[in-house]
């Protein structure tokens, strides 16, 4: 009896001395996160007891042995379970090694060691290339640091948001003297600049207004002697114009010219020359073609010879003493390019185009080519001697609905005002770059009559039926391409 | 004695008490689909939250509209932001595509500003596809006479010996070029004696098949390291119109890491868990991803990069040995938006 108590008392004994053994493990997971300042750390905490650690995080150091830790503590826990560190206050592109800690119990408990690189910064893009000061500019880059610094040549930007350490969304500061300034980051003391110029938009339009309120249009326009001529359209959808309408940029002036012979509607202009068309308008284009071709001769009309096509929406231009006629709206005409020898008041017999071509494509002429913006945003320029032609450029903007212009002002030609669209682009003809130009002010919906440039400065005549206009049926604008 | 007892038998009753079920209150999880490949783009990336358990009165699963979501390339730190194309599809700019040897996170920051991120992807280079050959599968049904079939598609490749490697097959963008019979279109409730009403437009279409049910097949290459080999690589069902004419797919061999491969082969389990006593048990699979701003939170989804093998495949009914009749449509295809069998034959 008395050893079936004492094996009794023994068992109690043994299993009292039953306890739990709170033991866990340490690991240093891989980083989720390495930039040129910040990284973020993992670490695991395993164990099958619910166990309570002082304090638990990582250690940092920029050498194995860890002589010289920068320590992120993440305080008590109480349980297993994966965690999370971040510091921020690493070098850019250094070596760094980490491990995560567990205070248990007054002892000091590591995980393994795991390798961090930090990374160096970097710039990729900025988006828009073009924008008005005070609007928003996105650049892309690379680790870059919440202390960016952006500068527009030597003016500081203000950052407004940074998004991953990558996308900076920035405000364009006001423009001081250039116009094209360097974008230039200084990220965690390392210095960027973007090869390629930001460009302020700049231009200034100015109303100047013209004395009548009808709606002038499938009229022409030509310049000469430094003035300007529009007219002989119509003013409702059958009612002629008879008259020219001349201004004088000097004198700041409109006046007008009656004319007795027919009209040219949809006819031609080009540096005092004018004619073809049609002389009376019925439905839509339809109507008789009017062959007549007449040199502005000192405000009186002078007859030349007469026009060897029905050039009806054709393209005019001139190079040197030749005129041309290209393409047009009447059938079997659309792809012929004549041309006129002002010195011996002749046609020449017809050369083809490759492509159909009307007046709705904007042109200009440069260094005695011609150039013209396709449909298709394709910039060709075009050698009518030779009949060489060569894309050698894309129209950036939009022109869907066609119907553009073109004025040169030196090496540079301002390109746009088409129909529905408000977006003005200069072309530099020297490097063939775009850049973007103030929009267009008025009423988007309307008509451009004539363009000329005179002084550095674009005249332009439009005419609009929309009932809203601040400016009635007919707005003459004034355009300085390089005033801010 | 007896009485002593009768009490005893009272007290013991009494020591009954009610036990309380406090079960966990249901919380709404992100979740995240996709992964990106070292083919251009785009890729997508769906986010969404889970719903609440309980009737669709109580919750529903919601998608996550409105964030910002990047991939950033670990080695360079070189962050592509992702466009939100419908509410909660994030897709990568077409020109994107990962660089093999190259690690990948996913960032999401929500419209809250709760931020979430994934583990580090490392993109490995996937081996060659030599090719894809199918084959028609007969699966006995309780029904005889009418069992289940469709195509198994088989993968021959040769299998790198000096790595452990970790396969998943895809078939992505399958679309069922299906031809109708407009010409003999009548409309609901004529009469067979009726005469066809016939339809100018339209007899041939493209219809994506969006709703292609594919379960999840993966290999590693533990019992074929350094073989040719083929593996089976997925099961098209044959619905009954599905193959009626042409089909096209691309076929993507990808090669994942190990931790992918862990991740892909626990959903299996759970998506083919039939009921019987030999499956494993249900369980919550932890993915890749961490709320950065609340890191208790449980993120569902696992985000990964891989590199891709891939071929185009166009079959025709001609070349299958289909086991299911073919049912026709009688009408425009046009309004079909998925290949499925038309409900009303015409006699």
């Not at chain 2, 997925?234 to 076929?251: A, P, T, W």
């Amino acid at each position: 009896m008395k050893a079936r108590f004492s094996i009794f008392f023994l068992l109690i004994w043994f299993s009292a001395c039953e306890e739990d053994i709170e033991s866990f493990s340490l690991l240093t997971e891989e980083s989720l996160y390495v930039s040129s300042e910040k990284a973020q750390l993992v670490g695991r905490l395993i164990s099958d007891n619910k166990l309570e650690v002082e304090d638990h995080g990582f250690w940092i150091g920029s050498d194995e042995s860890f002589s010289d830790p920068i320590v992120v503590s993440l305080g008590k826990r109480t349980g297993p379970g994966r965690f999370l560190g971040e510091v921020q206050d690493l070098s850019p592109g250094r070596n760094y090694f980490t491990k995560s800690y567990a205070e248990f119990k007054g002892e000091i408990i590591f995980g393994n060691i795991i390798q961090l690189n930090s990374k160096n910064p970097g710039i990729f893009s900025f988006f828009p290339e073009y924008e008005l000061p005070g609007k928003i500019i996105e650049i892309i880059g690379l680790n870059l640091s919440p202390e960016t610094k952006v500068f527009f040549d030597n003016a500081e930007a203000k950052i407004e948001d940074i998004i991953y350490e990558s996308l900076l969304k920035v405000r364009i500061p006001p423009i001081e003297n250039n116009t094209s300034p360097k974008i230039k980051l200084i990220s965690n003391g390392n210095e960027m600049v973007f090869g390629k110029n930001f460009e302020y938009i700049i231009g200034n339009f100015s109303f100047v207004g013209f004395p009548e309120k009808f709606l002038l249009n499938k009229s022409l326009s030509f310049t000469q002697d430094g003035k300007f001529y529009v007219g002989s359209g119509l003013i409702s959808a059958l009612d002629i114009h008879p008259f020219f309408w001349e201004f004088d940029p000097e004198l700041n002036r409109w006046s007008t010219h009656e004319l007795d012979s027919d009209p040219h509607i949809n006819g031609f202009g080009i540096n005092g020359y004018y004619g073809g068309g049609m002389d009376y308008n019925l439905v839509g284009d339809t109507g008789v073609p009017n062959p007549a071709f007449w040199k502005w001769n000192e405000n009186i009309p002078i007859k030349k010879a007469d026009l060897p096509y029905p050039a009806v929406n054709s393209i005019a231009f001139q190079i040197q003493s030749k005129i041309y006629l290209l393409g047009g709206s009447v059938e079997g005409f659309e792809n012929l390019l004549y041309e006129y020898d002002i010195n011996r008041d002749s046609w020449n017999a017809p050369k083809t185009f490759p492509f159909k071509v009307k007046n709705n494509l904007t042109h200009f002429v440069y260094e005695d080519k011609l150039y013209f913006i396709s449909d298709r945003k394709e910039l060709y320029v075009f050698d009518p001697d030779t009949g060489e032609r060569e894309i050698i450029g894309m129209f950036p903007g939009d022109n869907s609905k066609g119907y553009g212009v073109a004025s040169i002002v030196g090496d540079r030609v301002i390109v746009g005002f088409y129909e529905q669209s408000i977006e003005v682009w200069e072309l530099n003809l020297k490097n063939i770059s775009w850049k973007r130009k103030s929009d267009f002010p008025g009423i988007f919906l309307g008509n451009n009559l004539g363009i000329f440039s005179k002084n550095n400065s674009i005249y332009l005549l439009r005419s609009t039926n929309q009932p809203s206009s601040e400016y009635g049926n007919m707005e003459f604008w004034k355009f300085d391409p390089d005033k801010f | 004695m007896k009485k002593r007892l009768f009490f005893l038998l009272f007290l013991i009753p009494g020591c009954i008490e009610p036990y309380l079920v406090v079960a966990p209150e249901s919380e709404s999880m992100l979740n995240v689909e996709g992964f990106i490949t070292d083919f251009p783009g785009p890729h997508v990336i769906k986010i969404s939250r889970t719903a609440t358990y309980g009737s669709v009165f109580v919750d529903f699963i919601r998608p996550v509209s409105q964030a910002i979501v990047a991939v950033r390339e670990n080695e360079t730190g070189l962050v592509t932001f992702l466009k939100e194309t419908d509410q909660g599809m994030y897709e990568t700019p077409t020109i994107f595509e990962a660089k093999i040897g190259n690690t990948y996170s996913l960032k999401i920051t929500t419209r809250e500003g709760i931020e979430y991120t994934s583990f580090p992807s490392k993109t490995h280079q996937a081996p060659q596809l030599d090719s894809m050959v199918y084959s028609t599968l007969v699966i006995p049904t309780e029904n005889r006479l009418l069992p289940r079939s469709g195509l198994r598609l088989l993968a021959y490749f040769k299998d790198p010996s000096d790595e452990k490697n970790f396969y998943f097959w895809n078939v992505k963008n399958p679309i069922a070029k299906v031809e109708t019979f407009p010409e003999f279109f009548k409309p609901r409730f004529s009469l067979p004696s009726d005469p066809y009403q016939p339809k100018e437009c339209c007899k041939y279409c493209d219809v994506p098949d969006v709703n292609l049910f594919n379960s999840l097949y993966i290999a590693d290459d533990s019992d074929f390291n350094g073989l040719v080999t083929n593996q089976i690589a997925g099961f098209l069902e044959d619905n009954g119109f599905r193959f009626s004419y042409k089909y096209q797919f691309e076929f993507e061999q990808m090669a994942i890491s190990e931790e992918t491969f862990r991740f892909l082969k626990l959903v299996n389990q759970q998506l083919t868990i039939s009921g019987s006593v030999f499956d494993p048990p249900p369980a919550n699979i932890r993915g890749n991803l961490v709320c950065l701003t609340h890191p208790e939170e449980t993120v569902l989804g696992h985000f990964f990069s891989a590199g891709v093998s891939k071929t185009s495949i166009l079959l025709n009914r001609e070349d299958l040995d289909l086991i299911q009749i073919q049912r026709a449509f009688n009408d425009d295809c046009r309004l079909l938006n998925q290949p499925v069998p038309p409900s009303n034959v015409d006699p």
